[in-house]
């Protein structure tokens, strides 16, 4: 009546009923767990993710704030250096300036005291001269006479 092809497949049939019946609860009980465990890896992996982007926004902003802080501190080192070069440039010049007002006032009292021996020299010589001169037109006496009252005059000029 069956032939043995029946056999095996009524036999295959029972056989995943009985497997249905005692080991489906089991079965969805793994899968369940399965799939609830891989929910919660995706959720870690979401939340790690999450995480992982939150701390890269933060290194990416600290890493502008550094780079904007550098420039700030190059900017504010190349002001420095321009003011000091300035600066210098500054006290360079008025350091040139009062050693030429030094050297101009030595050379103006070194010009006044050359006129001053020149004029004293000059005197010196006119008065040998018109010493010499008065001793060959007058006498000793005369000439002592006419010396000792230009000396009392030039002592009250000078005094």
Same mark, same amino acid.
């Given at each position: /009546?069956?032939?043995?092809?029946?056999?095996?497949?009524?036999?295959?049939? %029972?056989?995943?009923?009985?497997l249905i019946k005692f080991a489906?609860?089991?079965?969805?009980?793994?899968?369940?767990?399965? =799939?609830?465990?891989?929910?919660?890896?995706?959720?870690?992996?979401?939340?790690?993710?999450?995480?992982? #982007? #939150?701390?890269? %926004?933060?290194? #990416?902003?600290?890493?502008?704030?550094?780079?904007?802080? =550098? $420039?700030?501190?190059? @900017?504010?080192?190349?002001? @420095?250096?321009?003011? +000091?070069?300035?600066?210098? *440039?500054?006290?360079?010049?008025?350091?040139? +300036?009062?050693? /030429?007002?030094? =050297?101009?006032?030595? &050379?103006?009292?070194?010009?006044? #005291?050359? &006129? $001053? @021996?020149?004029?004293? /020299?000059?005197?010196? &010589?006119?008065?040998?001269?018109?010493?010499?001169?008065?001793?060959e037109r007058l006498g000793d006496?005369?000439?002592?006479? &006419? *010396?000792?009252? =230009?000396?009392?005059?030039?002592?009250?000029?000078?005094?």
């Amino acid at each position: /009546m069956f032939d043995a092809s029946f056999w095996v497949a009524a036999a295959f049939v %029972a056989f995943i009923g009985v497997l249905i019946k005692f080991a489906y609860g089991k079965i969805t009980e793994a899968l369940d767990a399965r =799939a609830e465990g891989i929910r919660d890896e995706i959720e870690e992996a979401k939340r790690l993710r999450e995480e992982a #982007q #939150q701390l890269l %926004a933060n290194y #990416q902003r600290k890493h502008r704030d550094a780079v904007k802080e =550098a $420039e700030e501190i190059i @900017d504010q080192a190349k002001a @420095d250096a321009k003011r +000091m070069s300035e600066q210098a *440039v500054t006290d360079l010049e008025t350091e040139v +300036m009062r050693r /030429m007002e030094l =050297a101009q006032a030595k &050379i103006a009292r070194a010009e006044a #005291q050359v &006129i $001053e @021996d020149v004029r004293n /020299m000059a005197v010196d &010589i006119a008065v040998r001269a018109a010493g010499q001169l008065v001793e060959e037109r007058l006498g000793d006496e005369q000439a002592n006479k &006419i *010396v000792d009252e =230009a000396i009392s005059e030039l002592g009250r000029k000078v005094h």
